[in-house]
């Protein structure tokens, strides 16, 4: 039997490519990178981490300041919208919140839940003009990523009209939303680009229209893995007033979060469910990965299933 060499370098048990002459250790853990954004295993460097792994957080802190602060190109948004074959035939509405620049903005929360004056007076305008009102709103707001705004508003509304039925006729008068109409082509209100603003401010946008739900698209806080997520934000007849109970959210839509089909999906269930409960928040319960057999069959569904 060969007697050990105790000459010979130990490697650890616990990380056993580790080598004591090289200057980076590595960690067990790091296999778990393949399936996770989040920082997990960076192994160290003496006592601290090693260079990559902190010009790599450095990164991304930059960009997630970078994704605060940086303005959205509200104008550029606007045409690339009016040339959607499902968008309405008036030009987007450009709106403004009641925080005049990004550190009112930052500071100054609720600034950031109302329009401005000059918004709230255009929206009242437009009211005026089409008194029967609308089925649905959709504002889109730059709040915390005006990255993620740019980034993810066009391709996650061509997938949700793929699903969603428009009405195209703007003349006429709506009636009173029923369970059996519930799968009716819904009309489309202008839609609204707001700048320094946040998710409640889609009450003020609905209630001002006179339209019986509101999908804010707005730009989430930046995370250091993902500073350009999207949030959906659904409330059913909003109110300035309203608190996040009266919400629905799909949250983390990009590529590399929750994909534009799948947050699609999603926002199409909520919406139809909610204009055939006629309500939204926590009283509408998210079933769309439910596995639901229709036709009186079983459900799959483990937590009323016999």
Known sequence: MDKPD????????????NDPME???TNAWSKLNAFTDARVGLGRAGVSVPTKHLLAFQLAHAQAID???TPLDVSDLSRHLIDQDWAPRCAPLQLHSRATDRASYLQRPDFGR??????ADQLDAHSADNPQGYDLAIAVVD?????????NTLPFLNALFELLPLSHNDDATLAEETPSEAKKPWTLAPICLVEQGRVAIGDDICQRL??????????????LSSPDSLGLYLTWEGKVGHTDAYRNCISNVRPAGLKY???ARKAYYLLTEA?????SGVKLKDRSDDELVLDNKETTNFLVSK
């Open 6 to 17: 105790h000459n010979k370098p130990h490697l650890s048990p616990t990380h056993p490519h």
């Open 23 to 25: 200057p980076v250790t």
């Open 67 to 69: 994704a605060v602060h």
């Open 114 to 119: 109302l329009l401005d004056p000059a918004s």
């Open 143 to 151: 709040g915390l990523s005006a990255l993620a705004v740019k980034q």
């Open 210 to 223: 006179n339209t019986k739900c509101v999908l804010v698209l707005v730009g989430e806080r930046p995370g």
């Open 261 to 263: 089909q799948e947050a």
């Open 275 to 279: 204009r055939k409960l006629q309500l």
